[in-house]
């Protein structure tokens, strides 16, 4: 590391300070960083979605358990570019550069690192693997981690918040959306989620470019905290202040009027500090003394009174307790504990999900639907009474009456009535109190024959059209309606 040429102030800093710090680096390098990370994502992220078609899902999770491979990029920009060397890029994709044998392996054992970005200079930059690595680990984590912990626990909530916020922005503006309830059944979460994939799509396009926008900032705010930790423990500040300084006194004295004064400096004092003729004359070289003889020396003067004091000292914190070295292993075990809760979280959602959509799937390719036993039929459907005792004995005829009287919202929903008893008591189509249209239609799709199926989409699109947009279907259109009325459901009352 060239210490002179570093392009920030490096002294001592907290742990959030220097999260601050790997922000402002960040912004200040924007274009390489977000390029190089941008590079790596976005063609993660499109494969990922090729590769699951209609599973959003498993292409969320493609793109989040890869994101060990795009802290790299920004990190070898970063930790370039600090020390005076800003590398292109080009540079930062060499595969060497960030795709390695330490890759595989953050995957698996570092993922669930709760300190990852603090932790990753220690094997990308620093190189050390195994044993060594923990221990430099431990040294660097004994007193810094616990900000690289948090960093780890608000950066992706921060990138879920956008991405969720982002959706949610959209879906406000849509005034058609209804978002689903608590109370549906799996088939009808599963028919809201193709019907509404778009949001989903959306969703997943949010999270990519959030991942863009936040991922850097996590790994420049974890290695201002590892520079930080080490510039504390090696004195970098120090030793920089010194570098600098022999620097200066390197120089040839360009100015005259420093020359004299340091001339009348050593002439002044110089004659009152050196020894006499006489004296230096009669100095004797120095003895050299052996191993043993320094070790005697030494054991007597430790005999001497003065080194025989002993002072207590106990450090107390704010908060009034006193660590006396009792709980040095505190970090270490509560950095285990919590690595080890992720990993059974993890292990809880994929197997979640896995019932969940192997649930889902079973949901999905029934083709016959079985009415409840110990049921009654539906009697309503979002407001409307399909009760047989409610229809009139010839519906198609009496929808006519009704259009021709100027009723045409009602006559178009007695069409729509008769059709969904029809379905419901005849055809024995089971159809949740809580459907929509949109339900409806994929139920009859599913179940129903290709003719019945096609009458009841143009039924419903005219009944929506008609109770939500005040927009009656024209009057040829409503006779045919009628017309095939009879000859789909039958001319009587179901």
Known sequence: MKLDKVAARLRPRTGWEAADLGTRLALHWWLPVYGSTAAVVIPVAVLAFLLFPGNIFAAFFVVWWLKPVYDRPPLYII??????????????????????GRTLGSLFTRFFD????????VTELEGLRGSAASARRRTLGSAGEGSGIGITLVFPLLEATIATGCIFLIMLMDPYFAPFSSSDTGEHLLAYYFENY?????WYVFYVLSVIFIEPVYVAAGFTQYIGRRTYLEAWDIEIA????????????????????????????GGGLLPSTTQAASTKPREQLTAAQSKATIQRIMKTPEFKTTIEVKKVSSSGRM???????????????????MWAILIAVIAYAAFYFSRLASLAGRRQVRRKKNTSPTNTLFGLDIRPDSLPDDIAATARTLWANGARTEAVSLLYRGALANLVNQDGLELADSATEGDCMRVVAAHA?????????SLATNWQATAYAHR???????????????????SRQP
């Open 323 to 341: 660590f006396d070295g009792r709980f040095s292993g505190v970090g270490d075990l509560m950095a285990t504990l919590m690595q080890l809760l």
């Open 449 to 457: 024959s290709e003719a019945k199926s096609r009458y009841f989409s």
């Open 79 to 100: 930790s370039r570019a600090l020390f005076g060397e800003i590398p292109t890029v080009k540079q930062a994709l060499k595969p060497g550069n960030y795709l390695n």
């Open 198 to 202: 778009w949001v989903f799509v959306a």
């Open 242 to 269: 010194f570098r600098r300084l022999a620097q200066r006194l390197a120089k040839p004295a360009g100015h005259g009027k420093n020359t004299v004064l340091l001339l009348l400096l050593c002439a002044g004092l």
């Open 114 to 121: 709760p300190a990852r970005s603090f932790n990753l200079p």
């Open 472 to 490: 009656p279907p024209a009057a040829e259109r409503f006779d045919e309606l009628c017309s095939h009325w009879p000859r789909i459901f039958g």
